[in-house]
């Protein structure tokens, strides 16, 4: 074996091991149904203790790389280019309760709007450039980066007033022409949403890891609206080989993925699911997300990533559309990025879900 943790790369050990044997998975170096190395056999290579090796192969099994089996040790799931039409199979950690939500302290939500008043005065009342506020913008994107794995310039985010909104939007990006596919069950509004704006939808069934390769195979759409962690309300998230084939789909199809990353960030793990966006080469992923569910419902700001290839022809044909986010909220929501609090609230947040799973379990 070839595992070494590099004590100055700055990465927890239980990271670098998981990067390095995920690798060898999607590189098919471990086939589908093959044995994984056991953990003492890895601990002793890398000179780790058992436990962040333990902690490599949870985060291997809640994204659906591997599954753990009884008295057997731990072996790869993820495949590439079979479609199962015949059926899907079923992940082990992707059920995930949700008993302790995102609400955001108000102490610190209060602390920032105060500060953000003393410090912008007057700025407040200005009216936002279109795309929303370039502090905000700014700081989503290096939070993209640090803590989902999504490498984009802040030219690339669109801020909006919530989900809904930026639903409409993409229809007058992609086009009411095309024909828009969408989970079953799913959230209601985002078909209603959609057809309010024109849009022929087609709904596909789901199965125990996301929709039925055999849906996607008979479906006439060019767009595909997925929730891929923790869809509402089956609780259904993709895992590795099924975000593969959504991505492949969407290639195949020449058409484009619609990412609906409400929930992703309330996850169990300690490490945030790998978002088809980051696993995307082709530009077909367009990234959605909002602050309701981390910060607070009535708080209604969302922003979309667009990939490069769409750039220009938003510009193009809806950049003219003024941002419908009052800059106060913007430059709040900047601030809480900058200074870290989001991200400690929502390390709060698993924490606390853990143990409350953990407690129930």
């Not at 596909?204 to 869809?231: C, D, Q, W, Y």
Request: glycine letters at 8%; hydrophobic letters at 35%; a positive charge.
């Amino acid at each position: 074996m070839k595992y070494r943790i590099d004590k100055e790369n700055g990465k927890p050990a239980y990271l670098q091991l998981y990067e390095q044997l995920k690798r060898d998975i999607l590189n098919g170096i471990f086939a589908y149904g093959a044995r994984l190395p056991s953990k003492r056999l890895l601990a002793a290579e890398t000179g780790l203790s058992v436990i962040p090796v333990e902690r490599a192969y949870g985060l291997l099994c809640d994204e659906g790389y591997a599954e753990a089996r009884e008295r057997s040790g731990y072996f790869a799931i993820y495949r590439e280019g079979e479609l199962l039409v015949q059926g899907e199979r079923v992940p082990t950690l992707h059920r995930r309760p949700h008993t302790v939500r995102g609400q955001f302290p108000f102490s610190v939500l209060a602390k920032t709007m105060r500060r953000v008043l003393l410090d912008r005065g007057e700025e407040i009342l200005v009216k936002s450039p279109n795309h929303g506020c370039a502090e905000l913008r700014t700081a989503i994107a290096g939070y993209l980066r640090q803590n989902a794995g999504i490498a984009v310039r802040p030219e690339q985010v669109i801020v909006g007033s919530g989900a809904e909104y930026l639903y409409s939007l993409i229809v007058q990006l992609l086009g009411k022409e095309r024909v828009f596919a969408l989970e079953q069950p799913s959230y209601e509004k985002i078909r209603q949403v959609y057809e309010a704006n024109g849009v022929r939808c087609e709904l596909l069934r789901m199965g125990k890891n996301g929709i039925r390769s055999a849906e996607l195979e008979r479906t006439n759409a060019t767009v595909l609206h997925v929730t891929p962690f923790n869809s509402w309300p089956s609780g259904v998230t993709a895992d590795a080989s099924k975000r593969s084939e959504y991505l492949r789909w969407a290639e195949r199809r020449n058409g484009y993925l619609i990412e609906d990353n409400y929930d992703a960030e309330l996850t169990l793990s300690r490490k945030n699911d790998d978002t088809l966006f980051a696993l995307s080469d082709g530009g077909r992923v367009l990234y959605l997300n909002t602050f309701s569910q981390t910060i607070a419902p009535s708080l209604r700001v969302g922003y979309l990533v667009l990939p490069e290839r769409l750039l220009q022809t938003f510009e193009r044909k809806l950049g003219f559309y003024s941002c419908t986010v009052p800059v106060f909220e913007q430059y709040v929501l900047a601030e809480l990025l900058r200074t870290g609090d989001f991200v400690r609230h929502i390390n709060r947040v698993r924490r606390a879900k853990r143990k409350s799973t953990e407690k129930n379990s």
